[in-house]
């Protein structure tokens, strides 16, 4: 099992940038495909991207590509999303997710593990 806890969200203006992280305990978060997602208010959650176990493979969802960047550190037990070039369409609550496999996932049911999601705001 593995517990996740997200970071670095906030208030930005267009434009902008910020870099969530998101924190795993235990000692087997390089077992772990990982992935971002968001939810804005009334609206379902969405795909943002996703790493594999080693980081050598990524997707982004068609809205982020050339923006945000997924990248992790299993060192640190830390995957992040830079968010570069905020629109304010990015808004919304971002949740980070976990899933022991090899493969990376778009599918929100494919995760097992989620953190408790941290906001994100752009003002235009």
């Known amino acids: 099992q593995v517990q996740l806890v997200e970071s670095g969200g906030g208030l930005v203006q267009t434009g902008g940038s910020l870099r969530l992280s998101c924190a795993a305990s235990g000692r087997t978060f390089s077992s772990y495909a990982m992935g971002w997602f968001r939810q804005a208010a009334g609206k379902e959650r969405d795909f943002v991207a996703s790493?594999?176990?080693?980081?050598?493979?990524?997707a982004y969802a068609d809205s982020v590509k050339g923006r945000f960047t997924i990248s992790r550190d299993n060192a640190k037990n830390t995957v992040y999303l830079q968010m570069n070039n905020l629109k304010p369409e990015d808004t919304a609550v971002y949740y980070c997710a976990a899933v022991p496999q090899l493969f990376i996932s778009s599918l929100p049911g494919r995760y097992d593990y989620w953190g408790q999601g941290t906001q994100v705001t752009v003002s235009s």
């Open positions: 790493i594999s176990r080693s980081g050598g493979i990524t």
